[in-house]
C-alpha cells in the first residue's frame, strides 16, 4: 500500500502530472470532477419530500453521497482503498474554490486524518507541474478557498430548490411540468427577455445627416455633418445643406501616428462569442469542438479550454520558440511572418502575466506544445469545425508575438457657417499582428472610418460641392446569439444601476462561470423557455409569461446584478470578509423574502401564467423524479460536499451539522430592486436604443417600467425629439 498519493480532477491532469513527476509522490490517481453530490431535502427531512413553499435549510449543511453516473463509483473506490495506508496525500485538482473542493471532499467524505499537501498550477507543461510540487503549501493554508466553494455549494442548494418548489406550488395551476428557478438560470432568461421586450417596444426615431464632395488640390472626399445631439427636423438638415452648398473654407488638419497592440489570448467565453457571431456556433459546440482538440483520441493540440482568463504564466515564455516552430511548419501559417525574435509582451497590458492568473484555474487557450511537433500527422484528420477552431486558436498566438499595428490618423474639419463638418481616415504604416487575419477589419474601421484621404495640408481651401440630405432611423440593440448572452453573463455588472457597485462587480466573474454558462443556456432551451432562432437566441412565449410573472412576484429574482452580487460575498469568503455560515444566511435572506413575496402574491400570478401556460418540461409529477430534473445548473458536475477536516471546519459527510439557530447573517442582505416611480407624478418616455447619455443629461431616469422624466423635468425636449 503506497504511502502517499497524487489525486488529479480529470484523467488528462492524471497523465500530465505522471509525464512530468513520474510516482514520486506515489500513485497518480484521477477523480471525474466531482465524484459525490449533495443529499437531496427529503433525505435530510422526510417531510420535504413533499413539495411546499418553504425553505429548504437545514439544521447545518447538506451531507454528500457518491455520485452516479460514469466511472466516478469505480474511481471513487479506488481513491478509497489508497487513502486506507496513504500518509500523505498530494491534492493536484484545478486551483480555483470548484478545484479545490473536487480534491477536499473526497478526503471529507473518507475521513482522511493524514497529512495533506496542496499543488497549484494553471499550465500542464512539465516544467511549471515539478515547480507546483516543489512549492506545495499544507492544504490547511486553503480553508478559505474550500469554505467558499461550500457556501456556493449550499446555498445554490437551497436557493435554487427552495425557489424551484414554491414557484412550482404556486404558479402551476394549468401548467404542466416544473418551473425551474435557479439563481443563475433564472437572471440569465431575464437578460434575453428584457432584450426582446427592448425590442419589441422600441420606437424607431428618424433623423439626417448631411454629406458632401469636398475638392481640394490632391483630389476630392467625402465630409460629413453629423452632430452628436441628432437632427431630427428635415427642414435642419435642408438649412445645413444650403449653407454648404459651393461653401469655400480653410480645413483644420489633424495628423496622429497610432498604434494598437494585438488583441488578448481567448478564454472559453471569448471562444464562445467569437465562433457564436463568426461560425453561427452554440455555446456548446464550440465548447465541445474545443473540447475535441483538446482530448480527442490522437488530438491533444490545444490547452484545457474551460479557461477563464485570457493571460499566460510568464514560465510560458520559453516554449513560445518551439510551438512557433511547430506551427511554421504547416501551410496555413507558413505566411505569417514573425520578427525574430517575437515580440514578448508582459504585464496588465500584454500576454504573459503572473498577476492575472491569481485566483484561476487555467491559462488562455493555446496550442498546445507538448503536441505541437506532431501537427502535420494530426491535421489530415482533424475536421472541418476543428480545423476553423485551431485556425482562430493558433492566429491569436501568433498575432500575440507580432509588433504592433501602426497606422496614422487624419482628421478633417471644415467649419461652415457655423455647422462642423469631418472626415476622418487611416493609412496602415505597419501591419504588424494584422498580419494574422488577412480577411479581419474591425466594427469601428468600416465605412467612412476606413476610407483613405488625399493628401491633406492644415489650412487648405476646400470646397464643397452637391451636398445631400441621408435619411437615418435609429435601430433597437441587437438579439443575443449565445456568444453574446455569455459575454453579457459575464459582465453582469452592466445590468446594475449604482456606480460604487457596479465597479465593485467589475472585479467579479459575472454570473455562472466558463464551465457552465453554455449548460445553463441549453437547459433553458430543453425547457422550452429560450429557442434558436436562425444564430439568435430569443424567448418563448412561455419564457416571456414565466419571466413576466417572476418580476412581478419580485424583481431580485430576475435581476442579474442581485446573483452577481451574491457571487460578490463568495469571493469575501476567500478573502475572510465574510464567514461561510454568514454567506449562506445573506442567500438565505433573499430565498426567503421572495418565497414570501410569491406566497403573498399568489392568485395574482396564477391568473397571470393561466391555463394556457405550457412549460414543455419532461419531468414527471412524482417528487423523486422532479427532483432529479429540479435545475440544469446541479448537474453531478457542480455538485459539492459539506466542511470537514482536510479543510479544518468539521463537517461529517454523511448527515447535517449541527449550526447555532440564532447566528446571524455576517454579510449586508441583498437590497431590493428598487421601486417604479409613481404614474401620477412621472411622464413616462420612449427612448430610442443609442440616445441613454443625451437622455441622461436632459434628466430623465431609468426605473424597473422603463424611461421616464421625474417630476419638475421640462418634458419639452423630450417632445420636440419625438421621445414622450
Known sequence: MPEQIVITEKNSQAKDVRGAVGSRYGDVLPAEGHLLELLEPGDVVPAWKRWS???????????????????????????????????????????????????????????????????????????TIRTAFDRAKPNTEYARLYAAAVARQQADQIFNLSLTRTATVILRQGAR??????????????????????????????????????????????????????????????????????FAGALAIR???????????????????????????????????????????????????????????????????????????????????????????????????????????????????????????????????????????????LAALMPDFRYRQTTASLDVRG????????????????????????ADEKGDEAKLLPPLRNGEIAQLQDPKI????????????????????????????????????KRAKGIGTPATRAEIIGGLKKQGFLIAQGRNTVPTAAGLSLFGVLKQADPALVDPGVT??????????????????????????????????LAEGAPATKIALGKGFVIPDEAKANSAAMDARIDSNKGAKRRKSALGPAGSIASPSGAPTKRPRKRKADAVAVPPTPAQPKRVTATRLRIPYGNKEVAMKLGARYGSAGWYAPPGVETGPFKERGWL
Open 470 to 505: 441621408e435619411d437615418k432611423e435609429t435601430r433597437p440593440p441587437p438579439r443575443y446569439n449565445e456568444g453574446t448572452l455569455i459575454e453579457a453573463m459575464q459582465n453582469a455588472w452592466r445590468f446594475v444601476d449604482d456606480e460604487v457597485l457596479r465597479e465593485r462587480l
Open 255 to 397: 495628423v496622429e501616428e497610432k498604434r494598437q497592440g494585438p488583441p488578448r489570448l481567448h478564454d472559453l467565453p471569448s471562444l464562445q462569442q467569437l465562433c457564436g457571431s463568426r461560425f453561427g456556433w452554440s455555446a456548446s459546440k464550440t465548447l465541445g469542438v474545443a473540447q475535441e482538440l483538446y482530448d480527442g483520441q490522437g488530438k491533444n493540440i490545444i490547452t484545457y479550454p474551460r479557461a477563464e482568463v485570457r493571460y499566460l504564466p510568464q514560465s510560458l515564455i520559453s516554449d513560445v520558440p518551439r510551438i512557433v516552430a511547430g506551427l511554421r511548419v504547416g501551410q496555413s501559417f507558413s505566411a505569417i511572418h514573425l520578427p525574430e525574435p517575437p515580440v514578448i509582451r508582459s504585464g496588465a497590458s500584454g500576454t504573459f502575466y503572473d498577476k492575472g492568473l491569481e485566483g484561476a484555474s487555467h491559462h488562455a487557450v493555446i496550442p498546445n506544445v507538448n503536441t505541437i511537433d506532431k501537427l502535420p500527422g494530426i491535421w489530415p484528420r482533424l475536421s472541418s469545425d476543428e480545423r476553423k477552431l485551431f485556425d482562430v486558436i493558433a492566429r491569436a498566438y
Open 564 to 597: 452577481a452580487r451574491l457571487e460578490c460575498l463568495l469571493d469575501d469568503v476567500v478573502v475572510g470578509k465574510q464567514e461561510m455560515i454568514g454567506a449562506i444566511d445573506a442567500v438565505c435572506d433573499v430565498a426567503r423574502r421572495i418565497i414570501g413575496k
Open 419 to 442: 455647422f462642423e463638418f469631418r472626415a476622418v481616415g487611416r493609412q496602415p504604416v505597419d501591419l504588424g499582428w494584422r498580419a494574422a487575419f488577412p480577411d479581419w477589419q474591425p
Open 53 to 127: 413553499p418553504i425553505l429548504l435549510r437545514p439544521e447545518g449543511l447538506y451531507g454528500t453521497r457518491p455520485a452516479a453516473g460514469g466511472n466516478k463509483a469505480a474511481k471513487l473506490k479506488v481513491i478509497r482503498e489508497a487513502l486506507l495506508g496513504a500518509k500523505r496525500v498530494w491534492l493536484a485538482t484545478d486551483c480555483d474554490r470548484e478545484g479545490q473542493l473536487i480534491g477536499q471532499e473526497i478526503l471529507e467524505h473518507c475521513k482522511y486524518r493524514g497529512e495533506v499537501m496542496r499543488v497549484l498550477f494553471t499550465a500542464q507543461d512539465s516544467q
Open 177 to 246: 411540468g416544473v418551473i425551474g428557478v435557479g439563481r443563475v438560470k433564472t437572471p440569465t432568461l431575464a437578460i434575453v427577455c428584457k432584450r426582446e421586450l427592448e425590442i419589441r417596444d422600441f420606437v424607431p426615431l428618424a433623423y439626417f445627416e448631411v454629406v458632401a464632395t469636398a475638392k481640394v488640390a490632391e483630389g476630392q472626399f467625402q465630409m460629413r455633418h453629423a452632430p452628436s445631439d441628432r437632427i431630427v427636423r428635415r427642414e435642419l438638415a435642408a438649412a445645413v445643406a444650403a449653407a454648404a452648398q459651393d
